[in-house]
């Protein structure tokens, strides 16, 4: 069987994306794909084109990964992941990603892509001047009061799953006490 007839039946012959049925085609997905339906998946003319050219990025089309984002193929929730993170400056985005399960294997795969790009890309850096990613837990190095609330970020509060504010390495953000704060990389360190 054709990887194309594959995918077309794993799909129920609609896009994996967003369940387009019109011009459909087999994606391989980068870097370092085998051509194999297991590292394939099916999608239409619209997705691709974003996908090939983020100039053309249309974040209100990939709402949409609300839904395929839940697919139990790894190649789905690989291209899920990466275009959640390639949109998380919308803000919608990161809450989806909050609830994403990617087992080790398939967080690997999914960060495979974009580890050439953070090469050249700016680091956020704790105040011992390790590098922080996505995901990992910190501990508050000082009280910190949040700007426009009564909240105050103890000293040694533990910050779960953190993101990175993409276009300022001096900022982090996560969740204290309910309530998602943008903290300063200089008042936090890297948990082990």
């Known amino acids: 069987m054709s990887i194309e007839k594959e995918l077309m039946q794993r799909s129920n012959s609609k896009c994996e994306l967003c369940a387009s049925e019109n011009n459909?085609?087999?994606?391989?997905?980068?870097?370092?794909?085998?051509?194999?339906?297991?590292?394939?998946?099916?999608?239409?003319?619209?997705?691709?084109?974003?996908?090939?050219?983020?100039?053309?990025?249309?974040?209100?089309?990939?709402?949409?990964?609300n839904d395929?984002?839940?697919?139990?193929?790894?190649?789905?929730?690989?291209m899920a992941w990466r275009l959640l993170n390639r949109l998380r400056p919308e803000g919608w985005?990161?809450?989806?990603?909050?609830?994403?399960?990617?087992?080790?294997?398939?967080?690997?795969?999914?960060?495979?892509?974009?580890?050439?790009?953070?090469?050249?890309?700016?680091?956020?850096?704790?105040?011992?001047?390790?590098?922080?990613?996505?995901?990992?837990?910190?501990?508050?190095?000082?009280?910190?009061?949040?700007?426009g609330s009564s909240l105050v970020a103890k000293r040694g509060t533990a910050v779960r799953g953190i993101s990175l504010v993409p276009d300022n390495p001096e900022q982090i953000e996560g969740r204290v006490s309910g309530q998602q704060i943008v903290i300063l990389t200089k008042f936090v360190k890297k948990s082990s």
């Not at 395929?68 to 690989?78: G, H």
């Open 24 to 65: 459909l085609s087999v994606y391989a997905i980068p870097p370092d794909s085998d051509g194999t339906a297991e590292q394939s998946i099916l999608l239409c003319d619209s997705c691709r084109e974003q996908i090939e050219n983020p100039e053309k990025m249309d974040p209100n089309h990939w709402h949409c990964l």
């Open 68 to 78: 395929s984002m839940w697919s139990q193929i790894p190649a789905v929730q690989v």
């Open 93 to 147: 985005p990161q809450d989806l990603l909050d609830m994403l399960y990617l087992d080790d294997d398939t967080l690997k795969w999914a960060q495979a892509d974009s580890q050439d790009e953070e090469a050249d890309s700016i680091k956020h850096l704790d105040c011992n001047g390790v590098v922080l990613e996505a995901g990992d837990t910190i501990t508050i190095t000082k009280d910190l009061n949040v700007k």
